[in-house]
């Protein structure tokens, strides 16, 4: 089945420390973005990716990181820059052009990121 | 640049009745598209229904439609016959279509909290 798999589901951080989240697909998307979700805040983006390559800033990419050496994985690292990293983190893909309005954005399941 | 609000942060029905999810954006472009996207308790991020900005007919899925007043940026969500698997966060979202830097970012509000209650 295609898909989106983001692992892992839950990860702990020490101060300090830089960890990485998983992003696969294998729906053959050409864009990616992570996204990161707070209590009353929605989903606000951090960076996102339109083709292999290259890859942009969100509204809030400071103390993170990304690349995007193939079209199936967008890894994002939350550095030790990142003050605040305790969130929930959803990966998501879509098609290029109008396909992405016609068939909507899919969301992996998310990362829990706790800072202990 | 482009902004998504939901007024209610709250809200609950009873069973078999409907409920109204509000949503205004703002815009200055003329070419985007409108989604409200479901989030059950597992977290997981669910399409419930989207409408393209040039269409004037409301979109309808099942006991799900829309109430889309382009020229008040108004895209309201109502909820027919609710069901307690409606119980859910709701994000309306925004996607501009036109070629710019913004392309193809969904834009999120920061939802409404609705239970449905027996």
């Known amino acids: 089945d295609g898909g989106i798999t983001q692992s892992p589901k839950y990860l702990f951080r020490k101060e300090g420390q830089n960890v990485t989240l998983s992003c696969e697909q294998n729906?053959?998307?050409?864009?990616m973005y992570w996204y990161r979700q707070d209590p009353g805040q929605g989903l606000r983006l951090i960076y996102y990716?339109?083709?292999?390559?290259?890859?942009q800033k969100g509204d809030i990419a400071e103390g993170y990181s990304v690349s995007r050496e193939k079209k199936e994985s967008f890894p994002l690292t939350v550095t030790s820059a990142q003050k605040n990293p305790t969130a929930f983190y959803l990966c998501?893909?879509?098609?290029?052009?109008?396909?992405?309005?016609?068939?909507?954005?899919?969301f992996g399941s998310g990362t829990r990121l706790t800072v202990v | 640049a482009q902004t998504v609000t939901q007024s209610q942060p709250e809200m609950s029905v009873q069973e078999a009745e409907t409920v109204t999810l509000s949503c205004t954006y703002d815009?200055?472009?003329?070419?985007?598209?409108l989604f409200w996207y479901k989030q059950p308790p597992s977290r997981q991020m669910i399409l419930v229904i989207r409408?393209?900005?040039?269409?004037?007919q409301n979109a309808t899925e099942n006991r799900f439609s829309v109430n889309f007043q382009k020229a008040a940026k108004s895209f309201s969500l109502k909820i027919s016959d609710s069901q307690l698997g409606d119980t859910a966060m709701y994000f309306c979202?925004?996607?501009?279509?036109?070629?710019?830097?913004?392309?193809?970012?969904?834009?999120f509000g920061k939802g409404t909290k609705l239970s449905v209650k027996p």
């Open positions: 815009t200055s472009e003329n070419n985007y598209y």
């Open positions: 998501a893909t879509a098609r290029s052009g109008t396909g992405r309005a016609n068939y909507g954005y899919t």
């Open positions: 729906l053959n998307h050409d864009a």
């Open positions: 990716s339109q083709i292999v390559n290259d890859f």
């Open positions: 409408q393209e900005a040039y269409k004037q």
């Open positions: 979202a925004f996607v501009n279509m036109n070629y710019g830097g913004s392309q193809g970012n969904l834009i």
